[in-house]
């Protein structure tokens, strides 16, 4: 590889990154963060910053690999495109402080100024901007030579480091950390202090290193076959955890929880619909809608029926709504594939949010004023309108929501989905009654996401037609994409991950959807399969290499 | 009475007039070979047959009982499975999956474990690769998991569309002495090919069809050596060459 193509290189991922960073420069990512501090006075911006030169490095240090293995030539073009990626961000730098462009690009204000100069005066932060991306860039072609063993250590340790020092102060709120730090007599700052950080990242890191003994990312370790005795310990340890969780987080956490428990109820469902059945519907709010009024309907005594139904009563009342309305949309939508049902089953979704808003159905289901007064569960003369107690129903409703899953997973009209997902003529030829599998798949799918709604109207008190945007729809699609199809423990995670975190982040919910296509975009190209796939997805996503692999030897 | 018969049935594309009165007769333990070229209405007349196509006029009976009103999945259970066209596997499913798939209508684990047994003696390469996904197994082995897969149906008509079709020639031959052997186990089988010349060699009857009509029938060897079908499907190039 000549000198030339090597300088092409560096110049190319440069100019790609710095647009990038320019990018997130200019929609005020930066100064959003300038505020939360990761550890001492390190901020979330100045990592965002760091992170440009990273990029810039290993950018340009993946594509001189392949072609030459000369540690020199590597280090040029991450210095090239380091130093590009630089020049890009002090140019922006020196041009927004110097003439105002707030009028197009209104994230352009002195903040943003504060937060990239770091405040320095300006030619110095310019030198300063260069020089660390400059040696971001080649730190990050070093760190690419250290041994697999080594570099996973590092990473895990700074995850750790990164994780602990945003969610700090959450930490430290959990009623769980104010008695240990009250028995140990310390009292906490609002920021992860410098030596935790490093002392984090040396535990964390040492523990990956020593524990890895196997650092191979593709080999996953067998596990010895645990007895039963230990399944039911390990069980009754999680049951145990479960239920003491939300006298331990306290009661910001409980809500988080009951949030995230919901969209798992809608996940769950919606996985059978598309993960199971391969049925792709983007419309799926509408039956978190329809058994959130059908609650609301029969159990607030301000509703148009004023009825007043205790929770109980109605719940089951908004299950069957949710699964009759499934039958309905399925019904029409039988012989839709692909691309159209997609398109039908959001129209779906949107009907049902512009009806429950529409002034012809005003009388009935309150238009944009909603349904107000619905009451929250009692259990045993318990109110459950406490998150902390409210927490338990989610929960309940969670494990009945996975058994069924499970069970439906391994039982004859399991099959039958996997059979219409892969080939619905096939699927038919095979004997299999695609009407009814469908059926089924949308009316168990919308059950659960009844449920769901149901039990949202009884936490919320009152419903409004805002709360069933088409947002609900695509943020239940995401969970389950980025956890993994078809997977029962990857739509909990992916709960978690897309739902609990920007309850946490609150700053990140300015950015809320510009995450999600950069997630799930990065997803797409590093894991398709998801966070925690089933075995099955795994094996159909890696195909082509077990083809590799298999084939060439037989044919 | 014929174990299958298919009574002058007329199947439409929308407007389109895909099959313009085609008999069929197919008695218990024969193969029955429908042959013709693009176009001319095999894989419309097994369609109809599975009822994924539903015929206009006509009836299609089974043992004697009219299969109109039944829905392809009924028809199944009936006793009519197929390997498609093109041989549609579950390519993301295991060999095994795809065989226990095949045997969905059934509920008799001990006969499916028999007939997943007597599938891998007649196939053996399909043990082999049980636990191997299908779009990993090579065209003929592709062929071989459809017609398997079809068998694990314990069908009592097995229709076999283009079994031939994209395979290397040494491999269609393996496939035909397959579906012999298949048919000397018991099995009736109605089986459509472009490939004339081997589908007359292994069938008992056939049926040579033109755009949507039977023009020709009768026993294999006096189609091999009916003149119209040696020049139109044989190959061969003066009529009366001997």
Redesign the interface.
Known sequence: MNLFAIVRVGIRSGLIVGIVAVFIVLIGMVQTFAKRYLTGDLTLSMVILLAFGLAAGALAARQVTKSSPHLGHKVLAAGISGLITGVMLAALLFVISQVSLRDVLVNATPEMVTALSLGLPLSSAALTLVGMTVATAVIAVLYGLAPPRLRRALLEGLMAVILVGLFWEAIIGLDVSRLVMKFLGVKAGKVLPLPGAIGLLVVVGLATYLLRARPHLNTTPTRPKSSSAWRYISLVLIAGALAALPFAVGLFWSQTLTTIGLFTLMGLGLNIVVGMAGLLDLGYVAFYAIGAYALALFSSPASSLGLGLPFWVALPIALIFAAISGILLGIPVLRLRGDYLAIVTLGFGEIIRVLALSDVLKPYIGGPQGIMETPPPYFFGIQLSDPRYLYYLILAACLVVVFISLRLNDS?IG??W??VR??E??A???????VAAKLMAFAIGASFAGVGGAIFAARQGAIFPMDFTLFVSINVLCLIIIGGMGSIPGVITGAFFLIGLPEVLREVDEYRILAYGAGLVIMMLVRPEGLLPSA?RR??LH?TE??EG??YG?? | MALLEVDNIHTYYGNIHALKGISIIVDKGEIVTLVGANGAGKSTTLNTI?G?LKPRHGEIRLNGESLNAL???EI??KGI??A?EGR??????TVM?NL???A??RSDRHGIAQDLERVFSIFPRLKERAR??G????GGEQQMLAIA?ALM?RPRVLLLDEPSMGLAPILVQEIFSIIREINQQGTTILLVEQNVNMALQIAQRGYVLETGRVVLHGSAKELRENPQVRVAYLGETQPQAR
Do not use: W
């Open positions: 004859r099959r039958a996997i059979a892969e080939d003529d096939v038919q030829a095979m004997g299999i009654n695609l099955r094996l159909e195909e077990a083809e298999v084939a037989t044919r | 599975c994924i829905k392809p999945h199944v259970a499975s197929q498609p549609r596997i579950f390519s993301r499913l999956e226990e798939m095949g969905y209508t191997q996904v779009g990993t197994l090579s897969r149906a």
